[in-house]
C-alpha cells in the first residue's frame, strides 16, 4: 500500500506560505529602515519619540528633503537633518531665515506653540515648491534695511531684513548642506568642524524621511495623532496649539511662486 500524500502536499503549502511572508518582508527591509528620533532639532516636523520608516536609494536627494546620515564628525552616529543647499550654492541664514544664491527663502508666520513644554513660534518655509514647518525661539520683526548700519548693533542687513547673520558658506562639489527645522536648537552645517561649518558627502547618506509609524510621548503613551504622519505634510500641532489649526491650513495653502532658488553662480 502506498504512503499518503496529503501531508506532503501540507508541508509544501506551508513553506510556500512563509515565503509569500518573509520575501515581501527581505524585499522591504532592503528599501525601507526603522529609525527612532532621539532629539528635538528637527521639530516640529519630527519630534522626540517619533518611529520613523526612511527610504533608501532613489539617487541624490533634493533641496528640502529630510534625509538620515552619519554625522560628519562621528560617522558611528546618524543624523537627521533637511537638505538646505546643493552642491555650488552660498548658504547664509539671518535670524534663522535662509539666504540661497541671495534669494530670502520665503515665510509665512503661523503662532506661539510649545514643544516638551518650551513655547516658540511656528513658521511655515516654502522651499522648491514645498511647505514645511520651522521653529524660531521669539517672533522676528523683520526690520527693514538697505545696509548693516540700519540694524541693531550686532546685527547684520541680509535680503533687506535685519537679524543675527550666520555664514556665507559656499557647499563643495559632492555634498549638501544641512540644518535642523528648529532654528535655534540644532546642531547642523552651521556649527561643525569647530564652528567652520560643513557639509554631508551625497555618497554618504543613507535614507530619506518617509513616514511616521509610532509615536510615544513622555510618559510613553501613544501620540496617536502622530501615527501614519507623512514628513511631507507639514508639522502635525500638538494637542496644545490646536487653535492654530486654521492659520497652520491657510500658511500650508499660500504655496507662494518664486521659491526655487537661483543657480549657484
Known amino acids: 500500500m502506498s504512503e499518503p500524500r496529503p501531508k506532503k502536499r501540507r508541508v509544501t503549502v506551508v513553506v510556500v506560505l512563509a515565503l509569500l511572508l518573509v520575501v515581501p518582508l527581505i524585499g522591504l527591509r532592503l528599501f525601507v529602515q526603522a529609525f527612532r528620533i532621539p532629539s528635538g532639532a528637527m521639530m516640529p516636523t519630527l519630534v522626540v519619540g517619533d518611529h520613523i520608516f526612511a527610504t533608501r536609494g532613489g539617487g541624490a536627494p533634493s ?25 555650488g550654492d552660498t548658504i547664509e541664514l539671518v535670524g534663522g531665515r535662509p539666504i540661497i544664491n541671495g534669494l530670502l527663502v520665503p515665510h509665512c508666520h503661523v503662532g506661539a506653540v510649545s514643544y516638551e513644554g518650551r513655547s516658540q513660534e511656528l513658521y511655515i518655509e516654502y522651499l522648491d515648491g514645498r511647505a514645511y514647518g520651522v521653529l524660531h525661539d521669539v517672533v522676528s520683526e523683520e526690520k527693514t534695511c538697505e545696509v548693516d548700519a540700519d540694524c541693531d548693533v550686532g546685527m547684520g542687513c541680509r535680503a533687506k531684513i535685519c537679524g543675527e547673520v550666520q555664514g556665507p558658506w559656499r557647499v563643495p562639489a559632492g555634498e549638501v ?28 547618506i543613507i535614507a530619506r524621511a518617509w513616514l511616521v ?16 504622519a507623512r514628513v511631507d505634510d507639514g508639522p502635525v500641532l500638538p494637542a496644545s496649539a ?19 532658488p537661483p543657480s549657484a553662480p
Open 63 to 87: 533641496r528640502g528633503d529630510v534625509v538620515v546620515y552619519p554625522f560628519p564628525e562621528n560617522p558611528a552616529q546618524a543624523f537627521i537633518k533637511r537638505v538646505l543647499g546643493m552642491p
Open 177 to 204: 548642506w544641512m540644518v535642523g527645522d528648529n532654528r535655534n536648537n540644532s546642531h547642523d552645517s552651521r556649527f561643525w568642524n569647530g564652528g567652520r561649518g560643513g557639509g554631508v558627502p551625497i555618497d554618504t
Open 213 to 228: 509609524w509610532m509615536s510615544f510621548g513622555k510618559g510613553g503613551g501613544v501620540v496617536s495623532d502622530r501615527v501614519w
Open 242 to 260: 490646536s487653535a492654530l489649526k486654521p492659520a497652520l491650513d491657510k500658511c500650508l495653502r499660500a504655496r507662494p511662486a518664486g521659491t526655487e
